[in-house]
């Protein structure tokens, strides 16, 4: 059960580093052309309205990384498949809340949903069960 646990854990961790590393690229590229403040919607819509498509394209990827990567670890190191599945649904809260907080264009908001269950499908698809000696991530 603590392997279980541990392995959630620590590819959740690694997902939440995926996508921070990748947005944090995607705002190197691509600035945003003002602060954003939650307080006043209307600037903070038109600022993401103006966000480039390509900036929108890798935060997507963002997502889609995240699922795939984390989900993957946690598989990795468990080897329990739902592991991977709490993984990405974990990324698919995080997509869904930054679509609260942030108006995102609604094929975005599909894809905070879509993109990172499919990374976590294809992390089951891709993970092989380790085999005995073999180094965990070797």
Do not use: N
């Not at 580093?17 to 954003?36: M, Q």
């Not at 609604?106 to 005995?132: D, S």
């Amino acid at each position: 059960m603590g392997k279980r646990i541990l392995s959630v854990v620590l590819g959740a961790v690694a997902a939440v580093a995926i996508v921070a590393l990748i947005e944090l690229l995607a705002g190197t590229l691509y600035p945003l052309g003002g602060e954003l403040d939650s307080a006043d919607a209307e600037t903070t819509a038109a600022i993401m309205a103006g966000m480039p498509l390509p900036a929108k394209l890798l935060v997507v990827l963002a997502w889609f990384l995240g699922g795939l990567g984390g989900a993957w670890l946690a598989l990795r190191i468990s080897d329990w498949r739902w592991a991977g599945w709490i993984v990405a649904l974990l990324v698919v809260a995080g997509g869904v809340s930054a679509i609260v907080m942030l108006p995102h264009p609604p094929w975005m908001q599909a894809c905070a949903i879509i993109v990172p269950l499919v990374g976590g499908w294809i992390a089951a698809r891709i993970h092989r069960k380790p085999y005995p000696g073999e180094p965990l991530l070797g």
